[in-house]
């Protein structure tokens, strides 16, 4: 079992939609969390940063971490064709240069 | 925000040749980078950790002699593929831990052996 899940896709929705993507992890020692944004032949590009459980938002994106459940969610809203990229979680277990586990990313495509 | 820059973006090597890669932190200073790979339509595999004044943390199946690391200074990692061979064919991203923004990571560097 891997210890970060994630749907690869790819998720196709109309522009104006909410998007929901989600990641499952198996390590209860993760504590930050984080959400990448990639486009093709690029490097990630942090899009939310969160410790522990709980919500954060940043304009048109929140970020859900449930704890209990082993969880995290990215909903976007509003959604625009530029927003058609790869979406990568990834956690770390703590402070300091703890080393990021990444999902496979989920490819979104957001249609005019 | 944070800037990481890697250079080159991308480079077509001979089989049997070594490449360099170079890793900046431009505004922040960086005693530890990390060095990924990716596939296509894969996610980022940790390759190292690059420590700076020490040998580098390599994951398990990274071979040492094959991928070289050094990280002279705090803004300054190198990953040299030496021997390179078409197998070796991937998409290198390096990224550094910056406090206010997590991690930061590098353009990514497209190489290409032939």
């Known amino acids: 079992q891997k210890e970060v899940e994630q749907d690869p896709g790819p998720l196709s929705v109309p522009e104006g939609a909410i998007v929901s993507l989600n990641c499952t992890y198996s390590?209860?020692?993760?504590?930050?969390f984080m959400w990448y944004r990639q486009y093709s032949r690029k490097g990630p590009e942090l899009l939310m940063y969160?410790?522990?459980?709980g919500n954060k938002e940043d304009g048109r994106f929140t970020a859900q971490v449930d704890k209990s459940s082993k969880y995290i969610s990215l909903f976007i809203r509003d959604s625009q064709p530029s927003d058609s990229a790869t979406y990568l979680c990834a956690m770390s277990a703590g402070t300091g240069f703890q080393k990021l586990v990444f999902g496979t990313g989920t490819r979104l495509l957001v249609s005019p | 925000g944070a800037v990481v820059s890697q250079h080159p973006s991308w480079v077509i090597c001979k089989s049997g040749t070594s490449v360099k890669i170079e890793c900046r932190s431009l505004d922040f200073q960086a005693t530890t980078m990390f060095w990924y790979r990716q596939f296509p339509k894969q996610s980022l595999m940790l390759m190292a950790t690059?420590?700076?004044?020490?040998?580098?943390?390599?994951e398990q199946g990274v071979e040492k002699d094959k991928f070289l690391i050094n990280h002279a200074s705090l803004t300054l990692s190198t990953l040299t593929v030496t021997s390179a061979h078409p197998e070796d064919s991937s998409f290198y991203i390096c990224?550094?831990?910056?406090?206010?923004?997590?991690?930061?990571f590098g353009s990514g560097t497209r190489l290409t052996v032939v």
């Open positions: 969160t410790y522990s459980s």
């Open positions: 990224s550094a831990r910056d406090s206010r923004d997590g991690y930061t």
């Open positions: 690059s420590n700076e004044g020490s040998k580098a943390t390599y």
């Open positions: 390590n209860s020692a993760f504590q930050y």
